[in-house]
């Protein structure tokens, strides 16, 4: 079977052997893979990986211990946690400290033809739900984390800063839940798809408002964002930090002590919250879909995904 390789940043496709499926696994076979900054991370060498990358999929079942999975299509939980530990017991196995994490650590990821994951991990999707919208499950459900992690009161203002894919699907997410959602960012195009789902929008240029908000989110994916976002919030506020920028950031501390900023981290988020919304037109994932190669033709597929401008790249 074809499987993506990576290893000192090149991406390669080699012939493997299909993997074997170990008790309490199921055996999937890729229907598509989303390519995210995470991969393109990876492939910049930050983690120091090498092996098989891709945790954003829609699989069919081809193998599995409970026979009513096989032939489903599904997508899959990406952290194998340990199932034993305090972490786990309190239903965090996001954050089980002896978790292997698919296509990140140490555990082969979902771009090769087949790949396996533990059956807990599989939700089923419905058969209507077009594989364009079923990839964006795992970026989706790391959006509603903030939710799982704030609540925020019905109709309240959020400034998300950020227009990349996941500033996108936050903005639209929160917008769909009723909030009043205004985004910041650089690009008119990937603004111009948040504004067809109702977002408020401020490109380059304008100046940043100052004190202004009490939930603000970072998406900015950069080491300034942090400050920004602090100086938008207003005194008491929240500021939700979505960058996973590499290396020191440096901030001031001084306005975000002064002004009480509750600074919350977040990262990775249950599926089970998203799926009600993965199917909602008000969240135009369509259109944040910017091109689709074969697996063969993976290579040409990240060199796409890392250039300038280009949302989502699906694999298939
Ligand atoms: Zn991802
Ligand atoms: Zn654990």
Redesign the pocket.
Known sequence: MLAVHLENGVISVREVPRPARPEGFALLRLLAGGICNTDLELQRGYYGFAGTPGHEFVAEVAEADSPGLIGKRVAGEINL?????D??RRGL?RH????TVLGIVRHPGAFEEFFTLPERNLHVLDDDLPLERAVFLEPLAAASEILDQVSIPAGERVAVLGDGKLGLLIAMLLQAHGYRVHQFGRHAGKLAIAARAGVAVESAGASLPVAEYDWVVDATGSPEGLRAAAAMARPRGTVILKSTVHGAVGVDTAPIIVNEITLVGSRCGRFEAALPWIGHPAIRLEEMLSDCYRLADAPAAFARAAERGVLKVMLK
Request: charged share 10%; with cysteine; hydrophobic share 15%.
């Open positions: 946690a340990c199932t034993q530990c972490w786990c196995g089980c400290p002896n978790r």
